[in-house]
Nanobody, 116 residues
Framework: QVQLVESGGGLVQAGGSLRLSCAAS????????MGWYRQAPGKQRELVAT???????DYADSVKGRFTVFRDYAKNTVYLQMNSLKPEDTAVYYC??????????WGQGTQVTVSS
């Protein structure tokens, strides 16, 4: 089992920045990739960004050039640096870890609200 604890959400004005953090514990050795998803009210959960153990990162088109996902392997932590935030980025952001066995683990979610 893998446990994920997120932090860093909050309220920010449009154009501002936030950094989300997600610390993993438990069966760390089983993790193949980590990343972030988000879910806005009335919408389905969607991929924001992921990064593999090898450092390959993938982003949703809507956040490319504004968001950066990176990992601190020593701290078993994944980060999401969000710049140039827009009101449409408002959502609950969930940390995700995927194991080599394709099992998904989720954090509890952290609210990000961007005011116009």
């Amino acid at each position: 089992q893998v446990q994920l604890v997120e932090s860093g959400g909050g309220l920010v004005q449009a154009g501002g920045s936030l950094r989300l953090s997600c610390a993993a514990s438990g069966s760390i050795f089983s993790i193949n990739a980590m990343g972030w998803y988000r879910q806005a009210p009335g919408k389905q959960r969607e991929l924001v960004a992921t990064i593999t153990n090898g450092g390959f990162a993938d982003y949703a088109d809507s956040v490319k050039g504004r968001f950066t996902v990176f990992r601190d392997y020593a701290k078993n932590t994944v980060y999401l640096q969000m710049n140039s935030l827009k009101p449409e980025d408002t959502a609950v952001y969930y940390c995700n870890a995927q194991s080599y066995f394709r099992k998904d683990y989720w954090g509890q979610g952290t609210q990000v609200t961007v005011s116009s």
